[in-house]
């Protein structure tokens, strides 16, 4: 059972118990396999730096009996360039395995890090501080689009605020959540040639997001002020 119900520190009796760490190589012919054992710990603690080119999927499974056939639940995130995972997952079973893969052919090299800990979770939490990205003045090229992330992976309240500096009616922006390559995948929200300040709150999901911005003029640059924030949970 996950937990410790008669009361002892199992974590600091048993010691870290680390289930991976350091800095692994990764590549589409090797990915990133671990798994341990986490009877009589209340949560699991996942840091993993991101992959710097083409991403990574990110799946964790708990299971009951140490031939890893009784499944019981699992976690999964798509980690773009550029992004971090940072999460505490409640220890659902008594062991756990790790999978990173990436699409990649070149080997890279990805800090990451995994350990069992008696830190209460009822669900995924995510201790993350700063999940922020803004500019107060960014010029936008005639007839493009620029895309920014945020550092963190975290779901929780997000909020988003933009402004078209010039008032020119030719700017719209998008807040999406990301695929590997860190190129759009999903519209959560979007705002189409605003040409006063606008701000809306909307809830962020278990993903990497980014805010995307377009010029549709074919004739002049503008600037746009944003900004993009999730607090975590």
Known sequence: MPGHPDGQNYA???GPNFIATGVAPLSSASPINAQGQ????ASVMLNFAGAPVAGADVVVNFYTDSTLSRELTFFEWTVP????????MPAIG?????SIQTTNIAQQLCPVSMYPT?????????????????NLNENIALNSSIIHT??????????????????????????VTLDH???????????????????TDFAAPDRALGISVNNADLA????????LHVDSK
């Open 12 to 14: 600091i009796w048993r």
């Open 38 to 41: 986490v009877t009589n710990y």
């Open 81 to 88: 360039p550029g992004a971090d995972l940072h999460v505490l």
């Open 94 to 98: 008594n062991f756990v395995t790790l």
């Open 118 to 134: 008696n830190t209460p979770a009822t669900r995924l939490e995510y201790p993350v501080v700063g999940n922020v990205n803004g």
């Open 150 to 175: 945020l550092p963190f992976i975290a779901a929780g309240k997000g909020h988003v605020h933009f402004s078209d500096v010039t008032a020119s009616g030719k700017l719209s922006y998008q807040v």
């Open 181 to 199: 390559n860190g190129a759009r995948d999903k519209i959560l929200v979007s705002g189409n040639a605003p040409v006063t300040s606008v701000g």
């Open 220 to 227: 002049a640059v503008h600037a746009a002020e944003w900004s």
